[in-house]
């Protein structure tokens, strides 16, 4: 009886070794697994979110890099586009009404209206309307040059030398309204340089050129 209960008991305790051990093991198996996944899981995860984060950085970085280079495109395009266009000093300034010169027939009867800011060209027609206009005369040649309107402020005209002094006594006396005593009769010559308004000579002031007959 005694040797029968032994061997029943340590059957019972060798099953009861062997169901722990199994449980044992299978826990640490269990464990394993887990530590497995979470970490092969997060692995993946970490691994995806570098690409993700490359997609995204490329994506900006070409769009920016792309809109740039349309930009620098656009900014070489116009540059392009100005150098293209004709330089204005390659053609030369247009000369105004004032730089112009008008050669005045021998003869000719030269009239202005007498503003305080300019002489306003009135006969002959080619300076009418110019201000100040540069007369071209003949040398030797005769002329009558005057003014026959005004502006109701005190005007006069007068022939100077480049020295700024009267040529040959050819100058009138201060008036308001002009009469025929604001008309002078000229022989060119070389020693003029310029008509005037001896009040307001800085502005009414036009250039006179005289040339050789020849």
Not at 42 to 62: A, H, L, M, N, Q
Not at 78 to 92: I, V
Request: charged residues 30%; proline residues 4%; negative net charge.
């Amino acid at each position: 009886m005694n040797t029968d209960g032994e061997r029943t008991r340590r059957r019972l305790l060798r099953v009861a070794g062997l169901t722990a051990a199994t449980g044992v093991l299978a826990g640490c198996l269990d464990e394993s697994t887990t530590d497995d996944d979470p970490g092969g899981s997060t692995d993946d995860s970490d691994g995806d979110e570098p690409k993700t984060g490359d997609e995204t950085d490329g994506g900006d970085g070409s769009g920016a890099d792309g809109a740039d280079g349309d930009a620098a495109s656009d900014g070489a395009d116009t540059a392009d586009d100005d150098d293209s266009e004709t330089d204005p000093e390659d053609e030369g300034t247009e000369p105004t009404e004032t730089d112009r010169e008008y050669e005045i027939e021998p003869g000719t009867e030269i009239l202005f209206s007498g503003e305080t800011a300019e002489w306003v060209g009135l006969e002959p027609s080619a300076i009418e309307g110019v201000a100040n206009p540069t007369l071209v005369l003949e040398a030797g040649a005769e002329y009558t040059i005057g003014w026959t309107e005004g502006d109701g402020a005190l005007h006069n005209i007068e022939i100077w030398d480049e020295n700024e002094d009267v040529v040959d006594g050819l100058e009138t006396e201060l008036v308001a309204e002009p009469d025929e005593g604001q008309r002078l009769t000229v022989t060119a010559s070389e020693e003029m340089a310029t008509y005037v308004c001896h009040p307001h000579y800085t502005i009414m002031q036009g250039t006179i050129r005289v040339r050789s007959g020849e």
